[in-house]
């Protein structure tokens, strides 16, 4: 049984001081708070929980930067969904095995050591089913298996175009299921999980679902996690008032018995008393402030939704870029930049913005996936340190050491990274990192020759 000491770790979202975990078998046997180190611990200065990343389309990491060329003036979010489209005509299962690999290690070592696949390439390059109608869920799986990063499947259900049940567009052929094809993919997909993998279904959006398909989906899957696009960008909440008469998120509400099951992506664009009744809901706000900047989605009125009370978890989405601290970063400057004020997201009781938005983020993520949060007796042993040695540590205090990691570190501040108890990061660095990245170059020269 390994067992590791912390002067301080983050246990039921604060820290405490001298804290040895004894881990066997990937999971955490014991906790221990107010001891000293003994022989046999490994010494480390700060431990935490890992964080779950809630929303990311691991193969979207691959066209990182190669987006940002303005190519008319009113480039927007669907002139780079046309650009998405191209860049995945070519993938084939190994391409995206090796693209999604290099976005899990980047997870891995920013401090996420959960990810939320929400899986919407099920088909092959011309549309057509493959022989095995998992093969692209098990590219997915190999990535997770090769970086070590824990895997919450979410096989996405896409049919139509559009609200209405459109004709979905030539660029969607390889997305498209019909609900017997589903149920086939979700068996096959099931079969691809290991270890403490596990699987929930992700209706892409109301563009892409009718409300009978979305009610048969949620028929199939009784339990775990149930994801959704909803409310990114205006023209959508738009399209969906012109076809039903509710905005997006109003209209889950309303109709889809939206519960602690449910992570909404995104929710952008939200009324008042959409915010309330999310808050209300007890569903995750799957929130991805760094892709919604980079493709201005808009802002997330998170002052308001945290006020109420309302969870949320953070998304790596795109993967334009992939850091856990970034994102909440990102999502408390998005509000500051907004409202002209500073330390926003943070209350008279929890203060300090860094350390809010890691108990918010640790907890809304898990409940998105399904997993228990934290480091506690029972959960996977997924503990992220922190390096002491980094300059933006110089004397650090409990009360700021979050914020300093989030607000002000650059990359470079996470030295170790545990997943299921096996040590997948040392000194910052995936301990696979150059296999992965050597694979990842040879890919990515391949698809742009
Ligand atoms: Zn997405």
Same mark, same amino acid.
């Given at each position: 049984m390994a067992s590791l000491w912390f002067e301080r770790a983050w246990i039921g979202n604060r820290w405490e001081r001298g804290v040895r975990l004894r881990i066997a078998d990937g999971r955490i046997a014991a906790v221990e708070i107010g001891v000293a180190q003994e022989a046999g611990d490994e010494r480390h200065r700060a431990g935490l929980p890992g964080l779950c990343n809630v929303h990311s389309h691991g193969f979207q990491r691959g066209m990182a930067g190669l987006s940002e060329r303005r190519s008319r003036p009113d480039d927007n979010f669907w002139s780079w969904r046309e650009i998405m489209y191209r860049f995945l005509d070519r993938l084939t299962p190994d391409d995206v095995a090796a693209i999604t690999a290099q976005a899990y290690a980047e997870m891995l070592e920013t401090g996420f050591t959960r990810v939320g696949e929400f899986h919407y390439l099920h088909r092959d390059p011309v549309g057509a089913a493959y022989a095995d109608p998992a093969e692209m869920a098990g590219a997915v799986a190999r990535a997770s298996a090769t970086t070590g990063i824990g895997l919450t499947l979410l096989p996405v259900f896409y049919a139509h175009g559009n609200f209405g049940a459109a004709s979905p567009s030539p660029g969607q052929r390889r997305f498209l299921s019909n609900i017997d094809s589903f149920a086939a993919l979700l068996d096959a997909s099931?079969?691809?999980?290991?270890?403490d993998a596990n699987m929930g279904i992700a209706p892409h959006s109301l563009r892409a679902v009718t409300p009978e398909e979305l009610a048969a989906l949620i028929k199939m899957s009784p339990a775990g996690p149930v994801h959704i696009h909803a409310a990114e960008q205006v023209k959508e909440v738009a399209d969906c008032v012109d076809w039903s008469g509710a905005r997006p998120v109003e209209w889950l509400l309303d109709n889809a018995g939206v519960d602690e099951r449910w992570c909404l992506i995104h929710s952008t664009h939200l009324e008042e008393s959409e915010v309330q009744r999310l808050a209300a809901s007890g569903a995750v706000a799957g929130l991805c402030p760094i892709t919604e900047g980079n493709l201005g989605d808009g802002i997330f009125p998170a002052v308001d939704y945290l006020a109420a009370g309302g969870r949320f978890g953070v998304g790596t989405d795109s993967n334009i870029l992939v850091d856990a601290a970034q994102e909440l970063r990102a999502l408390e400057y998005s509000q500051r930049l907004a409202q002209r004020a500073r330390a926003l997201l943070a209350s008279e009781e929890a203060p300090f913005v860094g350390a809010n938005l890691f108990a918010r983020a640790l907890d809304g993520g898990a409940q998105a996936l399904g997993v228990p949060a934290g480091l506690a007796v029972g959960h996977a042993a997924d503990i992220v340190t922190l390096d #002491?040695?980094?300059?933006? #540590?110089?004397?650090?205090d409990d009360a700021t050491l979050l914020d300093r990691w989030i607000f002000a570190a650059r990359t470079g501040a996470i030295d170790g990274v545990w997943r299921a108890g096996v040590k997948r990061v040392e000194n910052g660095r995936h301990v696979d990192a150059e296999a992965i990245a050597a694979a990842y170059r040879t890919c990515i020269a391949r698809l742009l020759a």
């Open positions: 099931r079969s691809k999980l290991a270890g #002491f040695d980094h300059p933006s #540590f110089a004397g650090a």
